[in-house]
């Protein structure tokens, strides 16, 4: 088994990340207060067991987060994020070390921590912004980052977002995070791009980016979307009530397709077994 950084462009590495084919993330939130899964994988044995569901079902990244970005959430201390998160990354490796963990997370500290553990991929919500000291973790351990575009941050970031061209201003701003990674010594492979979906957007705002994708895949860096069972849908679809947040799949699905369609490869998804269905169909109508 090899979890370090030399694992990163090999074969059995996250160099899987990059083929033409959808790459599903599965989210595994270990947070008391997360929008749609909160405190349901607080436990770390319930946390591994949901891990390798997902894997079971097709995810090649367990995406693994102690502190809830939901819009209107508080952030959690260091200390906090570090004990709810450790033990699951280690606990999801020794259980299967096949596994591709990705720890999200804007903290320089805890992303040392899961990387020590063996997690390949840094999801950085605040592509680079939150931590300065991430960028420089990034590249000297030559492993995988996400930069994700916010407006703000998530205690304020839903109060009246507003842009002039969003899809222009997402790709602009996602452009000059990466620029800003590769100055610290990021490989451009390492480099995966994600708009943000309900990161400070409207409705509107995240219909636009989801149609503009195109512009954003033409950067040339992997895209990951991550639009399953956001609020959005709930407003398309009326999906609100009590198990709202669960009733959004099929409004999710439609996204993951039309997310591919526009040339997104990676999903970042709740459900991972119908995302993983429709993307095959999806990725073999591309290919007829
Ligand atoms: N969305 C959430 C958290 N992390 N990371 C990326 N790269 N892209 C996303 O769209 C994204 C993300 C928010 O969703 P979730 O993890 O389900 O909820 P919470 O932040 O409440 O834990």
């Known amino acids: 088994m090899n979890h370090g950084p030399t694992a990163v462009h090999g074969d059995t590495g996250v160099g899987r990340l990059t083929g033409p084919g959808p790459v599903l993330m599965g989210i595994l939130n270990v947070t008391p207060d997360s929008f749609s899964d909160g405190g349901d994988f607080l436990a770390v044995d319930t946390a591994i ?147 943000g979906i309900g990161f400070g957007k409207t409705l509107q705002h995240n219909l636009q980016l989801l149609n503009g994708l195109g512009d954003l895949v033409k950067l040339g860096f992997p895209v990951l979307v991550g639009a399953s069972r956001k609020g959005f849908l709930g407003k398309l679809t009326g999906t609100k009530g009590s198990n709202g947040t669960r009733d959004r799949l099929f409004g999710t699905v439609a996204t993951s397709v039309i997310a591919y369609e526009r040339g997104a490869r990676l999903f970042r998804v709740h459900d991972v077994r119908a995302n993983k269905e429709a993307l095959e169909v999806a990725a073999a109508v591309q290919r007829a």
């Open 49 to 195: 067991a949901q891990a390798g569901k997902m894997l079971d079902e097709g995810a090649q990244v367990i995406d693994v987060g102690g502190e809830s970005t939901r819009p209107g959430s508080d952030p959690v201390s260091p200390e906090e994020e570090l004990r709810r998160v450790i033990p699951v990354v280690r606990g999801i490796l020794e259980a299967r070390p096949e596994a591709i963990v990705s720890i999200d997370t804007y903290r320089a500290s805890t992303a040392e921590a899961a990387l020590d553990a063996g997690a390949l991929v840094v999801n950085d919500v605040t592509a680079l912004r939150g931590d300065l000291r991430m960028a420089d973790l990034i590249a000297d351990r030559g492993c995988r980052i996400v930069l994700m575009h916010m407006l703000g941050e998530p205690k304020t970031m839903q109060q009246d977002p507003r842009y002039e061209d969003v899809v222009r201003e997402v790709r602009d701003f996602l452009a000059s995070r990466a620029e800003r990674a590769i100055r610290a010594g990021v490989q451009e492979e390492n480099i995966i791009l994600d708009p």
